[in-house]
């Protein structure tokens, strides 16, 4: 894959996400897991996700149990993300972030950044309107330190 255009993913409820769609967009990628001690972070995310979103800010969240933290199954893992943080922006289904049977995505987010393996839940990519990375962030970063990185992208 050559640029963030060239990728798709699947919703928990099925429908393709085309990322040719977020052509001109901001968009935050993060892994996700609902038991980790970082989920909190999801209330954040939704925060910047509301605020921003009708200025072309979009957040897609791709849950792993690559960590041993996630829920089963994809409909648990949407039902408590939706129900503990009031999370409403796209959810895909459970990918892998590492090794065999990593998703492309991924794969091509670590190459682009320069860095190696995901180490933990809630790493965090901006892209730029550009598609174009900007930086990646650890999983540590909590959303709010994100904010001024996501309001110059808007630009």
């Given at each position: 894959m050559s640029n963030i255009y060239d990728f798709k993913e699947t919703e928990m409820n099925g429908q393709q996400i085309d990322f040719a769609d977020y052509r001109g967009?901001?968009?935050?990628?993060?892994?996700?897991a609902s038991k980790c001690g970082l989920?909190?972070?999801?209330?954040?995310?939704e925060k910047l996700y509301q605020k921003y979103h009708d200025q072309g800010f979009e957040v897609l969240g791709l849950p792993s149990n690559q960590?041993?933290?996630e829920l089963a199954?994809?409909?648990?893992?949407?039902?408590y993300c939706?129900?503990?943080?009031?999370?409403?922006?796209p959810m895909t289904k459970q990918v892998q972030v590492n090794g065999d049977g990593e998703d492309p995505l991924f794969?091509?987010?670590?190459?682009?950044?320069?860095?190696?393996?995901?180490?933990?839940?809630?790493?965090?990519?901006?892209i730029g309107r550009d598609g174009q990375l900007i930086h990646r962030y650890a999983p540590i970063v909590k959303p709010a330190k994100i904010e001024p990185a996501i309001v110059e992208a808007l630009g």
């Open positions: 967009k901001v968009v935050m990628i993060v892994n996700t989920a909190p972070q999801l209330e954040g995310i960590f041993h933290q199954s994809d409909e648990a893992t949407e039902a939706q129900l503990h943080y009031g999370v409403t922006f794969t091509y987010l670590k190459d682009t950044a320069g860095h190696g393996r995901i180490k933990w839940n809630f790493t965090k990519f901006l």
